[in-house]
C-alpha cells in the first residue's frame, strides 16, 4: 500500500508569491492534516480535514488554508509568502480510529 | 492536550536496548500515550500507544507506569537505523489531529 505523498519534495519562492503544496492520502484514509515544522517552533498543527470539511484549525493567520477533495486528496495554499514562512510542511492521514501516517513533507523555501 | 516532557538528547551503544523517558504529569484519564520519531529529512513515523498497560510490537515496547504519570519506550536492540528524535504525546485516542509535539529526544546510537 502506497504511503501519504506529497508534491513538490522541494519548493523555492519569493516574499510575497503563494504556493500551493499537494497531499495524497493513503488509500481509504478520510482525514488529512497538516503541519509545519521549523527549527525554531518544532511541529505545529495547521488544519485537518475530514469528508472535505474543514474539522480542526490551528493557530496559523488566513495567509495558510486548505481544501480536501473527494478523493481525500488535499491542497494547503499560502499567500502572500513571508520569510518565516520556510519550514518543512507535513501532511498526514489516518482512518478514523487509528494513529496518523505522516509524508516525508515539501520543504518550501521562501526568499 | 496534556504537555509532556523528554530529555533533549540520549546515547545508546549499538545492541543495546535503548530505554527513552517521557513524563507527562497532568495526563487526563481518557488521554493515550503515542509515541513518534523522525528520521533525517522523513515525516515522523508511528510506534506504538498505549493507554494503561504496558504494549509490545514488532517495533517497540511501551512501559507505562501505574499512576500512568511517566512511560518508557523501549527499542530492545538499537541499530544506527534508530537514530532519530523520538516524539511523546499524549492525546484522547484519535479524537482530532490537533496534536502538540514538544521538542522530543534527539537519540545518537553509537557504533
Known amino acids: 500500500k502506497a504511503g501519504v505523498t506529497q508534491t513538490p519534495r522541494y519548493l523555492i519562492k519569493t516574499r510575497g508569491q503563494q504556493v500551493t503544496l499537494s497531499c495524497s492520502p493513503i488509500?481509504?484514509?478520510?482525514?488529512v492534516s497538516w503541519y509545519q515544522q521549523t527549527p525554531g517552533q518544532g511541529l505545529q498543527f495547521l488544519f485537518e480535514y475530514f469528508s472535505e470539511t474543514q474539522r480542526n484549525k490551528g493557530n496559523f493567520p488566513g495567509r495558510f488554508s486548505g481544501r480536501q477533495f473527494s478523493n481525500s486528496r488535499s491542497e494547503m495554499n499560502v499567500s502572500t509568502l513571508e520569510l518565516g514562512d520556510s519550514a518543512l510542511y507535513l501532511c498526514?492521514?489516518?482512518?478514523?480510529?487509528?494513529?496518523?501516517?505522516f509524508g516525508n513533507g515539501t520543504r518550501l523555501t521562501v526568499t | 492536550d496534556a504537555k509532556t516532557t523528554q530529555p533533549p538528547s540520549m546515547d545508546c551503544a549499538e545492541g543495546r536496548a535503548a530505554n527513552l523517558p517521557c513524563n507527562h504529569s497532568t495526563i487526563s484519564g481518557n488521554e493515550y500515550v503515542y509515541w513518534y520519531r523522525q528520521i533525517h529529512s522523513q515525516g515522523p513515523q508511528y510506534i506504538i500507544h498505549?493507554?494503561?498497560n504496558n504494549e509490545t510490537n514488532e517495533m517497540a515496547s511501551l512501559i507505562i507506569t501505574e499512576d500512568r504519570k511517566s512511560s518508557t519506550l523501549i527499542l530492545p536492540h538499537a541499530t544506527l537505523r534508530d537514530t532519530a528524535v523520538y516524539y511523546c504525546?499524549?492525546?484522547?485516542?484519535?479524537?482530532?489531529?490537533?496534536?502538540?509535539f514538544g521538542k522530543g529526544t534527539r537519540l545518537h546510537i553509537l557504533p
Open positions: 498526514a492521514s489516518r482512518p478514523e480510529g487509528a494513529p496518523l501516517h
Open positions: 504525546i499524549v492525546r484522547v485516542a484519535n479524537r482530532d489531529d490537533k496534536i502538540i
Open positions: 498505549g493507554l494503561k
Open positions: 488509500s481509504g484514509h478520510r482525514s
